[in-house]
């Protein structure tokens, strides 16, 4: 008898596009801004400049830190370093 349940891709692909990791130390670079820290994610891709900024800014919008966009970790409290994180792109 076949167990009944997601196969081995099926698994991959809802990890891989509903599954994230926030890290505890937030992965950030110390000296570069929130809205930087998450176009470098975006520089893997065939993405402009500008549509690479416009994607973090939108972002961090989402998350609520549209005004910090241009703070480094450092300015930013514990949970707006997490929210960041996890406006990352995957």
Known sequence: MKPVGIDRTGRG????????????????????SAVENLERRLTYG?????????????ALVHVGLRARAHHQPS????????????????
């Open 75 to 90: 300015e930013l409290t514990g949970g707006q370093q997490q929210r960041v994180a996890i406006a990352r792109p995957p």
């Open 46 to 58: 065939d993405i402009s400049h500008r549509e690479r900024r416009e994607k973090a800014l939108m």
């Open 13 to 32: 692909l809802l990890r891989r596009r509903f599954l994230g990791f926030v890290f505890q130390g937030f992965n950030s670079t110390a000296r570069t």
